[in-house]
């Protein structure tokens, strides 16, 4: 025969409302249908490149020139000068093609003759020189002689005025106009560039020269 014992109601209703929940939470089925979603865990933060194992950093050059450092306020110590500035060669021109090529030219005419001729002759004389093979070509013409040419010659060194001996005797015939061509020596071309050969053309009426001309370079 059990006894009953009389509990204070305080205590009787917290220890039947865990009786309630312990026996409803044992009967609950959640049953085959539940699949709880999964959980996502934060991906991990990649370290640093600088952090990687065997990575060290590098150094990076200055953009501009690092600054020179001053001696202090009130020092006598001279201050550092700057570093040189590197500048490029400049341009050379590049070379003319033709820089051997010499142009020379001169007019003839009987006032430059020793002694002057009184004579309405005149001429033209047209040369170029080569430096590279020493050849020298040359055109020539002339007008109103008092008669047929004698003889014309290239003389140096002289200046004008002067009298030089010949330095090259053209071979005849002669008309209106004349062609040639000679290879000249080194001290012939160094005479003939500075303005010391002159052309003289001698006549029967004129045999020391009817018309003469100075060859000067033109370029």
Known sequence: MFTLVPVSSRLVWPVLAVALLAAGCASVDLGPRYDPPPVHMPPATPAPASQAQGAMPQPVPPT???AQPLPPIGSTAPMPSPPPVVQAPPEQPAPSPRSNLVTLTTRLDSASTVPPARSAAVGQLDALYDSDTGLLRWKAS???LSGPIASVQF???AEMGQIAPPALVWPGPFGPSYEGRAV???????DLLSGRWYLNLTTRAYPTGELRGQLRVVY
């Open 184 to 190: 000249i020596t080194p001290q012939q071309a160094t």
């Open 155 to 157: 003389h140096a060194p």
């Open 64 to 66: 501009y020139p690092q």
């Open 142 to 144: 002339w007008s109103s």
